[in-house]
C-alpha cells in the first residue's frame, strides 16, 4: 500500500542544525567525553549511547550519559570538567565537507535560511566566533539556539518546536517585506541526528538526514523509519502533541506534530553535503 502523503513541493527555505551537520564539533564532543570518562576508568563512549545524545538538548542529553556512565563524581563536578575541556577544543571546530559551497549557493539563489541548533549561546560562540566567514550567512534574527526563551521548558528536539520557530522567524522578515510567506512543506531540514529528523519531520517539513557513517551503521536496516520521524525518540502522547501545535495547523496542509510516513518521499539520506542534489529539490540554480 504506498503513502498517502501528497507529493512534496519545491523548495524555498533551508533549516540548518549544526553540530555533526555544518562542523565537526560532535567529533570534539566525544573527544571531550572519552577524556573524561578515561580519568575514572570507564571505557569510551559507544555509538549506541551516543546516538541517543545527538540533537538533544544539554539537559536531557547529560540525563541519558550519565545514566549510562555512573560516574563517581556529580554532574556539576562532570560539567565543569567537561566546560573546560569544551572551552579548550570547540574554537577548533571546522566546515564538514561541502558545508561552505552549500551555504553560498543556497544565498545566490534566493533560498531563505535559517539555523536551528540545540547549543546554547555560549558553546555556539565557542564554536563558530573563528568561522564568521560562514556562520555571517545567517542573519542573526535568523539563527536559533537551544536556550531560546521561546522554546518552551522540555521541548527541545525531537519535539517540532525548534523548527516550527525557524520557520516563524524567516516568515517575519518576510512579513514585514511584504513578501509571501514560507509553508512548512515548502522548508527543508537539515541533520545529522535521529532527533533532529523526527523533530523536522514532525514540524510538516522535508528533510535530508546526513548522518556520521557509525550513527548510519547504528540504525542499518531503520534507515527508512528515520526518514519519517518514526523511531519512537518522541514520547510524547500524539494526542497531546497535536493540541499543542493546534494553532500551526492549516486546511489542507500535513498535521504539524505528526511524523511521515515510509517512503513518503518527505526524507532523503544523503552521505555527504558535498555535490549537493539542487534538482530533486526543485531549487534551480542561477550561478
Not at 513541493?9 to 573527544?31: K, Q, V
Not at 557513517?213 to 536496516?221: A, F, H, I, R, T
Request: net charge negative; charged share 25%.
Amino acid at each position: 500500500m504506498g503513502s498517502t502523503t501528497p507529493p512534496p513541493p519545491p523548495i524555498r527555505a533551508c533549516l540548518f542544525d549544526m553540530d555533526g551537520l555544518l562542523i565537526d564539533s560532535e567529533d570534539l564532543y566525544t573527544i571531550v567525553t572519552n577524556t573524561i570518562l578515561e580519568r575514572y576508568g570507564r571505557s569510551k563512549l559507544p555509538w549506541s549511547i551516543k546516538a541517543q545524545l545527538q540533537g538533544r538538548p544539554g539537559p536531557q542529553a547529560g540525563a541519558i550519559f550519565h545514566n549510562w556512565a555512573q560516574l563517581p563524581i556529580s554532574q556539576e563536578e562532570f560539567f565543569a570538567e567537561q566546560s573546560i575541556l569544551q572551552r579548550e577544543h570547540f574554537p577548533n571546530t571546522q566546515p564538514l565537507p561541502g558545508v561552505p559551497q552549500l551555504l553560498q549557493d543556497l544565498k545566490q539563489n534566493g533560498v531563505h535560511i535559517a539555523l536551528a541548533t540545540s547549543s546554547q549561546k555560549g558553546n555556539y560562540h565557542l564554536k563558530t566566533d573563528h568561522l564568521a566567514h560562514l556562520f555571517d550567512l545567517f542573519k542573526p534574527e535568523h539563527r536559533v539556539l537551544g536556550d531560546d526563551p521561546r522554546i518552551p521548558a522540555g521541548r527541545g528536539k525531537p519535539a517540532p518546536d525548534i523548527y516550527i520557530l525557524a520557520l516563524k522567524v524567516l516568515n517575519d522578515t518576510l512579513e514585514a517585506r511584504g513578501e509571501k510567506l514560507l509553508q512548512p512543506e515548502e522548508c527543508l531540514v537539515f541533520e545529522d541526528s535521529v532527533p533532529g529528523v523526527e523533530s523536522g519531520r514532525r514540524a510538516g517539513m522535508q528533510a535530508i538526514w546526513c548522518p556520521h557513517p557509525e550513527l548510519l551503521k547504528e540504525y542499518k536496516g531503520r534507515e527508512r523509519e528515520v526518514l519519517a520521524g518514526l523511531t519512537g525518540e518522541h514520547k510524547e502522547d500524539e494526542e497531546e502533541e497535536l493540541r499543542h501545535t493546534e494553532k500551526e495547523v492549516q486546511e489542507g496542509k500535513r498535521r504539524v506534530g505528526m511524523p511521515g510516513e515510509i517512503d513518503d518521499g518527505w526524507g532523503t539520506l544523503l552521505h555527504s553535503l558535498e555535490g549537493f542534489p539542487y534538482d530533486k529539490f526543485g531549487i534551480a540554480k542561477r550561478i
